[in-house]
Structure formats: C-alpha cells, structure tokens
C-alpha cells in the first residue's frame, strides 16, 4: 500500500470493465484488483487477441482457479458503440484506460486518435449511460493541459467529455470523473525502457531532446493506487492530480546510468520542454488534498457537494499552477531507482 492508496473503497461483489485492460495500466490495475478484492466479474476490454491470450495464459499463472474464473475477456474497439454497449451489460464500475498514446504517431494519423481518443470517450459515456453503469473514471494525461499536439488535445476533448457527461445521466446518476497525471516509469513505450534497451546495447550515450527538459514521474502501482482512490473519493466532474515529484531529462540519464553520456538531439515535432497539469486558469476551479490536487467541473447541473470549503482542502494560491519545472517536489537519483526497482 502507498501513499495514494484507497482508505475503504469495497470492490467486493462488483463487475468492473476496464477498457484498454492488457496495456501497461490495465494490466496492473486488474492483478491489483483481483489480489486485493473479490470483485463478481472482472472484464478486459480490447482489440488485439494476441495481447489477450497472452495475458490469459500469464494470469493463469498467478491467480488460483477461481479467482481466474472471474475474468473475462472481450474483445472489441471502443470506436465501436453496440459492441461496447453489449459489453457493459450489468457493469457497476467501468475504467477507461484504451487509448493511442504516440504524440509522433497521433501527429502522423491525426484521424485515428481522434477515432479512438475522442469518438470512444463519447462511446463510452454512451454505453455507459444506456447500462446505468454506476461509476466510470477515465484516464488523462499532463498532455491534455493547454495541449500543443494532437495526442493532448484529443484527451483534452476526452477530459471535457467525461466530466460533461455527469449532466447527462438525470435519474439514472451514472458519475464520471478522470485521473491525469505524468510519465509513467517504465510504461510501454516510454523512454525508460528505450535507455535500458540503449544501455543493455553497450551505450555510452543516452538521447535527450533539450538539456532543459524536464518531467513529472510517477510508478505504475502509483498510478493504479491513484485511480482507485480517486474511484473511492469521486462525487462526479472531478479531474484528480497527483502530486508527484519532477526531474529533468540529464539527470534521469545520470540516474539511470551515473557513466553514460547525454546526446542532445533536438526538441520533437509536438513536444514541451515542460509538461503542466494544471495550468493557472484551471487553478480557479482547483482545491488542493492532502496528496492531490483536484479540478471541480464548473457547469454543474446534478446533485454534487464540492470538495472546496471542507476540511482537509485548502485553495490553491492565486496565479498558481503545476508544472514540471516550477515543481517544489524534485527526484533525487536515489528516489528514481527506487521508482525503477518497482516491478515493471
Ligand atoms: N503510459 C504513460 O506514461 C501514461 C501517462 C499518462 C497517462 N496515460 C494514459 O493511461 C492510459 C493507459 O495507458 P497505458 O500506458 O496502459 O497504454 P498502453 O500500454 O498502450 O495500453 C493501451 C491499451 O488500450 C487498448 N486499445 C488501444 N486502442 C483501442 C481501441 N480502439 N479499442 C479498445 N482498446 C484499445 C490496447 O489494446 P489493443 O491494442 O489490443 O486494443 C491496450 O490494451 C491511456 O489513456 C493513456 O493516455 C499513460
């Protein structure tokens, strides 16, 4: 258990579809799921067969037969309303974790990511509503805040979609919110497993865009911990921050490999040199936690009590926001390697 981890959220007796559930997230979110609670159904949601049957046969492993026994699989595209909507039949919780996530890729393939990003967040408020699921929370990402490429801006439209979605549910009180936060270390895809695969290669270097680079980090068993205590404390509209530590691009290098040398390659097409979460104008609607930051929505047409005002939370100071490089929370090279060490 962590520092983000849920106080008495009971998944007990619970169907919870996870969309996405064999990427890096869903994964992880599901084994944490299935180790700590007694959920009636477990369902992974996503197109390719491969990575299902992969991780059927790795499951099968670690879990006894009926635990196993609760999980299904489903395959199917959140692009596609009627096999999603087929799928949240009897649903309590759904998490939205598919996504295209390749900010060169989304700036190459714009349609695409609009297609799975955008036109599936609205399909999943869609089916979700039509199956009166209870609680729907979706991932984001630092990307999404005052979004510079395609990939942030799709999830921004996500974002706005999700926490729009609460006026549309009336009687039935479906509650959506969504959880953003930074870099996850050693996700699919990212840049930690290129350099350990760039130093497993014998590299003496290791590429990094601009000297000044910095980002937010945070652990994969942080982040599944950070949405089920989001899940536990979510009244509808919210977007939950983590307040996680920062670090720039050199000194991960150093961490990572105290000898390797740093090449400077040049700021990619789409890229910042600082990401941001939640930038000074979103610091209006936003109240700080104990250990997150939370944006409340702002046209608010159905039952909700703010978190603003009651104990425990305080007002952000005017002008704030957070950033990956006016962070007060700075990685040391020892905390990153504790951060490597997590199972990844
Ligand atoms: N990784 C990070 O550093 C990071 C940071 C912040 C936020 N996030 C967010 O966290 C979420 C999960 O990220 P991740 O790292 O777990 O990504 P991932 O490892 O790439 O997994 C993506 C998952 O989505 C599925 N998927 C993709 N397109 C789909 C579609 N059209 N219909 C149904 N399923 C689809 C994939 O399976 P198939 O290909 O088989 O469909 C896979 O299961 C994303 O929303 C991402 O934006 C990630």
Redesign the pocket.
């Given at each position: 258990m962590g520092r983000f981890s849920p106080k008495t959220l009971d998944l007990d007796g619970k169907v919870i579809l996870v969309?996405?559930?064999?990427?890096?997230?869903?994964?992880?979110f599901i084994e944490t799921v299935l180790r700590r609670s007694d959920p009636r159904k477990v369902i992974?949601?996503?197109?390719?067969?491969?990575?299902?049957s992969d991780m059927q046969l790795e499951l099968r492993e670690q879990f006894d037969e009926a635990t196993y026994g609760k999980l299904r699989f489903f395959l199917?595209?959140?692009?596609?309303r009627e096999r999603l909507t087929l799928a949240l039949r009897g649903v309590d919780i759904v998490i939205?974790?598919?996504?295209?996530?390749?900010v060169p890729a989304a700036e190459y393939n714009p349609s695409e990511c609009i297609?799975?990003?955008v036109l599936?967040a609205e399909n999943v408020v869609w089916a979700s509503l039509n199956n009166h699921v209870k609680q729907v929370v979706?991932?984001?990402?630092?990307?999404a805040c005052n979004p510079i490429n395609l990939?942030g801006a799709t999830?921004l439209a996500?974002d706005k979609t999700f926490v729009a979605a609460n006026n549309l549910s009336g009687d039935i009180g479906t509650r959506f919110a969504v959880v953003?936060?930074?870099?996850?270390?050693g996700?699919?895809?990212?840049v930690v497993p290129l350099y350990k695969r760039l130093l497993a290669q014998g590299a003496t270097e290791l590429p990094v865009t601009d000297a000044r680079m910095t980002r937010f980090w945070?652990t994969?068993n942080q982040?599944v911990e950070f949405v089920l205590s989001s899940l536990e404390i979510m009244r509808g509209g919210e977007i939950f921050v983590p307040k996680i530590p920062s670090m720039t691009m050199p000194d991960l290098v150093k961490a990572m490999s105290p000898a390797a040398g740093v090449k400077i390659v040049g700021i990619r097409p789409g890229e910042k040199l600082h990401e941001m979460m939640i930038s000074a104008d979103d610091a209006r609607a936003t109240v700080e936690l104990e250990d997150r930051y939370v944006i409340e929505p702002t046209f608010v047409e159905y039952p909700r009590t703010p978190f603003r005002g009651e104990a425990g939370t305080k007002d952000v100071a005017e002008g704030f926001s957070y950033s990956s490089d006016s962070n007060d929370d700075w990685l040391s090279e020892d905390g990153l390697n504790a951060m490597l060490a997590e199972k990844a």
């Open positions: 969309t996405g559930g064999t990427g890096s997230f869903g994964r992880r992974v949601y996503s197109r390719d067969e491969l990575k299902q199917g595209d959140v692009r596609d939205h974790a598919a996504a295209l996530k390749q297609h799975t990003n599936g979706a991932l984001s990402t630092d990307k990939y999830k996500s953003r936060y930074g870099n996850v270390v996700s699919r895809g990212s945070i994969l982040g």
